[in-house]
C-alpha cells in the first residue's frame, strides 16, 4: 500500500474517485494524480457509500426502536432513542422561535447522522482501507466529514433549506427587504447592506462545512500519524486521542445541529 511515511499518509488521505479521463472514460483513479485530473465532476464513492450507509443506520435503529417500544421497562434501543429525541427536541424548544414540525425531525436527523458518520473515526485506521486492498481498491477513506464534499452537501442542503424558509415565511419582497434595508434602514446604504446581508448568508455554510470538516479531518490525520509509530507508543497515544473522542465526536454534531436550528430560525423571523 505504502512504501515510506509520506506515501502512508497519503494513501490514507485519497478518496475512491470516480470520474472521466481522456484516455480511459468514467474509471475508478488508480492514483492521486488521476483523481486530480478527473477534476469537478468526479465522485468519491467511500464518502457517498459511507453516507448512505450511515443514513440508512439511523433509519434502522430508530425504525426498530419505534417498533419495538413498549410502556413496560424500555430496552436499551429505546432508552438511546427517546433520550435522543427528548434532547434534540428541547434544544428546538429553546433555540427556535418560529413554528414548524420540520423542524425537530430534521435535527434530530442531523445530529444522529453526522454523528454516526463522526463515529467511523473510531475504527482503527488501517483496519478497512487494508480489506479493501485485499480486494483490489486502491484508496478508501471511511469518515465522510473528513471529505469537505461531504460536509459542503449537508451545509448547502441547510442554506437551501435557509433561503427557502425566508422566502417563503417572509416573501420574496420581504426577504428582499430584509437584506437591503438591515442593518442601516436607509436607501442611501442599499449597497452597503446587500454586501453585508449576502456575505453573512453565504458564509453560513461556508462556516458550517468548514468546522466539522476541519475537527474531523484534522482528528483523522493525528490518528494516522500515530500508526506511524512503534508499537508500544501506537498504544500509549491512541488510547487517549480515542478517548479525547468521545467528546469531539458528539461535540461536532451537536454544533451542526445547534447551528442549523439557529440559521432556520432566523429566517423564520419576519420583523415586518
Known amino acids: ?9 497519503q494513501h490514507h488521505l485519497q478518496n475512491l474517485v470516480l470520474g472521466s479521463l481522456p484516455e480511459r472514460g468514467w474509471t475508478i483513479a ?7 485530473e478527473m477534476g ?11 453516507s448512505i450507509a450511515m443514513g440508512v443506520l439511523f433509519l434502522w435503529l430508530f425504525r426498530k426502536a419505534a417498533r419495538n417500544a413498549t410502556t413496560k421497562v424500555p430496552g436499551p434501543l429505546q432508552n438511546i432513542a427517546e433520550m435522543c429525541i427528548e434532547f434534540v427536541e428541547g434544544m428546538v424548544r429553546d433555540t427556535f422561535h418560529g413554528r414548524n414540525p420540520v ?11 453526522v454523528f454516526l458518520m463522526n463515529s467511523l473515526k473510531w475504527i482503527p485506521v488501517d483496519f478497512i482501507p487494508g480489506l479493501a486492498h485485499l480486494f483490489g481498491v486502491p484508496y478508501f477513506k471511511i469518515v465522510p466529514t473528513a471529505d469537505p464534499n461531504g460536509t459542503f452537501g449537508i451545509s448547502i442542503g441547510v442554506f437551501l433549506l435557509i433561503i427557502y424558509y425566508s422566502i417563503k415565511v417572509k416573501g420574496i419582497g420581504g426577504f428582499a427587504k430584509e437584506l437591503s434595508l438591515t442593518p442601516f434602514n436607509h436607501w442611501a446604504l ?6 453585508l446581508e449576502i456575505l453573512g448568508l453565504l458564509t453560513k455554510p461556508l462556516t458550517l462545512a468548514l468546522r466539522l470538516f476541519g475537527n474531523m479531518y484534522a482528528g483523522e490525520v493525528v490518528f494516522i500519524l500515530i500508526a506511524l509509530l512503534p508499537f508500544w507508543a501506537q498504544w500509549t497515544l491512541n488510547l487517549p486521542w480515542a478517548i479525547f473522542h468521545l467528546l469531539v465526536i458528539p461535540l461536532q454534531a451537536f454544533i451542526f445541529m445547534v447551528l442549523t436550528i439557529v440559521y432556520l430560525s432566523a429566517a423564520h423571523e419576519d420583523h415586518h
Do not use: H
Open 1 to 9: 500500500m505504502a512504501n515510506t511515511p509520506v506515501e502512508y499518509i
Open 30 to 36: 488508480k492514483t492521486a494524480e488521476e483523481a486530480r
Open 40 to 50: 469537478f465532476w468526479s465522485i468519491n464513492l467511500d464518502t457517498l457509500g459511507w
Open 103 to 113: 423542524i425537530a425531525p430534521l435535527a434530530l436527523t442531523i445530529f444522529v447522522w
Open 190 to 195: 442599499i449597497p452597503f447592506n446587500l454586501f
